[in-house]
């Protein structure tokens, strides 16, 4: 079945990047998200990236997709501390529904 | 304008009870969509409903699990003889569907801890 991998957990200082990698095991994903969860708060939708594209720039967020490795990253430029929270890799098909990974907790240190 | 919304927003019961949990979703939102969060995991899919019927049930756990959505608006989400592997966080989310990406709008989510 479809499978989304995620390391658990990223620390980065204040002001640097920020990468935060995926794998997911679906040859037919057609969109692959990031999506954002931060302590009693929803999940946010960062942003997102159509299967025949490798790369999406939106301000501080940069998507690159290796469709041949099924490999998704998110980079964030100029880390703030408002950025920790739990990131979220996600890929849906045909069908819609969504295929999360298990997260990557990011904590940012002044 | 108002987001999707879930009730009750905590729901402590009693291993073996019966639980409703309810989503209203965004107007005008055609589909609507089912997750459970365990600890420390990422959601995960139960049901997809497009209109009033569940057009993708294949996440549903166990048939103890059922939902409805009569009138093509608000969900209930129905578990029977709850069990204690059953406490999580339970979302709901809806969309839009049309050309290309289908956002999906989650709600804060019910939290079921069964006892």
């Known amino acids: 079945g479809e499978d989304v991998e995620q390391s658990l957990f990223l620390s980065v200082r204040e002001g640097d990047s920020s990468v935060i990698n995926c794998t997911y095991t679906d040859s037919s994903s057609t969109y692959l998200y990031w999506y954002k969860q931060e302590p009693g708060a929803g999940l946010q939708l960062l942003t997102y990236i159509f299967s025949n594209m490798d790369m999406k720039q939106d301000q501080r967020l940069t998507v690159l997709l290796n469709k041949k490795d099924k490999h998704l990253s998110l980079r964030i430029a100029d880390t703030q501390t408002g950025d920790s929270a739990i990131y979220f890799c996600a890929e849906s098909s045909h069908t819609d529904k969504l295929i999360f990974g298990t997260g990557t907790r990011l904590q940012v240190f002044p | 304008g108002a987001g999707v919304s879930q009730t009750p927003s905590n729901k402590v019961t009693e291993k073996g009870k019966y639980v409703e949990l309810r989503c209203d979703p965004i107007?005008?939102?055609?589909?609507l969509y089912w997750y459970r969060q365990s600890l420390g995991q990422g959601p995960e899919f139960l049901i997809y409903f497009q209109g009033t019927g569940a057009a993708d049930d294949s996440g549903l756990p166990n048939d103890r699990f059922f939902a409805v959505r009569p009138e093509g608006s608000v969900s209930t989400l129905k578990i029977q003889r709850t069990e204690r592997g059953d406490s999580a966080v339970y979302l709901c989310a809806s969309s839009l569907p049309g050309q290309g990406m289908n956002e999906q709008f989650f709600g804060p989510g019910t939290r079921l801890t069964v006892l």
């Open positions: 107007s005008g939102h055609t589909a």
